[in-house]
């Protein structure tokens, strides 16, 4: 068993790492039946799966031993691009300062991260804005916070990381937090933002459902922490031809796993209900209120994570993500409108428990809608209104440049476009004159090869006929043959 040889490479056996001196058959055999005869057991496929077993640790010895090279390869390969760009643009090589010039403005954000070994790692991200308003972002670094990480210590973190890259506090016009009071309070022109999802967490937690997530993840538990109930849960989705084959485990750490936890244990509600009463598990609640708070938690945490979608884009800026949250606010209104009509319009959770919602008593029906009607127009509210007052007016300023911009360039673009069409209308006017002076060359071509010819079947008959024309030079006819025979014959006679 060798492997594959590569130009200049030594033989290498499989099996034991060794290489043979001399690479010939009869050395191969000798080789294989002296010291590796226990192997000749495997046979058709069990031994070409052995052979590629090894040859997989094979490659992953070399690799370890070929990576470092390979990572200081790129990174002199990146050296190399940036010289190339630095010497086209006809700078210095000392050109840091002018690469960090060309940043106007930046933002900063920044991510606290928990390793294993309970050091926390603060993550510092920067977003840079050229002149010709081209976004970028990099991980300007990470500092490892060994002992508290109060607002102090995250601000300390953070200059150091400054300093390191060099830049200036002056540049900053941004800063992104987790909306914490200490690090919240910005003087001056810099503009704070509160992480989305942060306030995606606050806007569901305020909502005031929260027994009945703890009902639902306390259900999915049940079912998936033991094994035989796990498989009897799955053979009975697929018994009863579900399109999903398991509920989802919910994930406080992944933010959009609430809504899709909520959503598909709604969606197989029904199934749940079933197995729970075959197992005689009282840990699903029977009433109706808690399955229309179920609903409605479906609902509301799906436009959460539709607006988180939308908001972790790249490439946008601040007046396209104010859209967003414009858009969710008067979704929120939109339902809240539903609540107060009729249940059963207010979303897709609540849409689907219609059957059963006319089932329900007056008095429980109209105490709900006042509870979530309450809750959407006092706290959830509250806390994107506490979050977009600040920045509102800075928006909007912005949107008006913005439009004002835009309808500049719309203005050069239709001029632009006026030039284009009327240079388009001078070309097809040139089309057709090289057309038809084409055609014109063409017609007088085929004219001349004519009297060529006629002159050419002249001077044969001539010449047939023993007559010789006095006085004219044949090469002068012969150079002339536009002319016919008949004009030569009347110059004669005159």
């Keep these: 068993m060798l492997s594959e040889l590569a130009p200049g490479d030594c033989d290498i056996c499989l099996i034991g790492n060794q290489s043979v001196a001399v690479l010939k058959e009869y050395n191969i055999c000798l080789h294989y039946e002296t010291k590796h005869t226990a192997f000749s057991k495997f046979k058709g496929d069990a031994r070409k799966n052995k052979t590629r077993e090894l040859l997989a640790k094979l490659h992953r010895q070399q690799g370890t031993l070929t990576r470092p090279s390979t990572a200081q390869d790129s990174a002199t390969r990146a050296s190399f691009e940036i010289t190339v760009l630095i010497t086209r643009t006809g700078r210095s090589f000392l050109t840091g300062d002018f690469v960090k010039e060309c940043l106007s403005i930046i933002s900063l954000s920044r991510n606290t991260v928990t390793r294993l070994c309970d050091f926390a790692q603060l993550l510092v991200f920067i977003r ?6 081209e976004i970028t972002q990099e991980l300007a670094g990470f500092e490892t916070l060994r002992s508290t990480t109060k607002s102090e210590d995250l601000f300390a973190a953070v200059e150091r990381v400054l300093h390191t890259n060099g830049l200036s506090w002056e540049t900053l016009v941004g800063i992104t937090t987790d909306g914490a009071p200490k690090v919240s309070q910005c003087g ?109 938690m479906v609902d509301i945490t799906d436009l959460l994570n539709t607006l988180n979608i939308q908001l972790q884009g790249k490439d946008q800026i601040i007046t396209e993500l104010f859209d967003h949250i414009t858009a969710f606010r008067s979704k929120l209104q939109l339902l809240c409108r539903h609540l107060s009509g009729r249940a059963e319009d207010s979303g897709t959770g609540a849409a689907a428990l219609a059957i059963n919602v006319e089932s329900f008593k007056a008095e429980l029906l109209s105490a709900l809608r006042v509870d979530l009607v309450d809750a959407l127009k006092t706290e959830v509210r509250a806390v994107l209104e506490s979050e977009l007052a600040s920045i ?84 002068r006819l012969r150079s002339a043959p536009q002319l016919s025979s008949r004009h030569y014959f009347s110059r004669l006679l005159s």
């Excluded at 306390?218 to 399109?243: G, M, T």
Aim: proline share 1%.
């Design 128 to 133: 840079g804005v050229h002149e010709n308003m």
């Design 188 to 296: 001056g022109k810099v503009a704070k933002y509160h992480c989305i999802l942060h306030q995606e967490q606050l806007c569901a937690r305020s909502v005031g459902t929260g027994d009945v997530v703890r009902d639902v993840i306390k259900i999915i538990n049940c079912i998936r922490s033991k094994a035989l109930s796990h498989r009897q849960f799955r053979a009975l989705l697929e018994e009863v031809d579900s399109q999903y084959k398991d509920v989802l485990y919910h994930q406080e750490v992944r933010w959009l796993s609430h809504g899709k936890v909520l959503k598909r244990f709604f969606e197989l509600r029904h199934v749940i209900a079933e197995f729970l009463t075959s197992k005689n598990s009282d840990t699903q609640p029977r009433h109706k209120k808690w399955f229309c708070d179920v609903a409605f």
């Design 392 to 475: 509102k007016l800075d928006i909007r300023a912005a949107r008006s440049e913005l439009k004002e911009y835009r309808e500049t360039v719309t203005t050069e673009l239709s001029g632009l476009s006026v030039k284009v069409k009327n240079m388009e209308e001078s070309l097809s006017t040139c089309t057709d004159d090289i057309t038809h002076l084409q055609k014109e060359v063409s017609r007088l071509t085929t004219l001349t090869e004519m009297l060529q010819n006629k002159c050419d079947d002249s001077e044969g008959r001539l010449r047939r006929n023993n007559v010789r024309i006095i006085g004219v030079n044949n090469r």
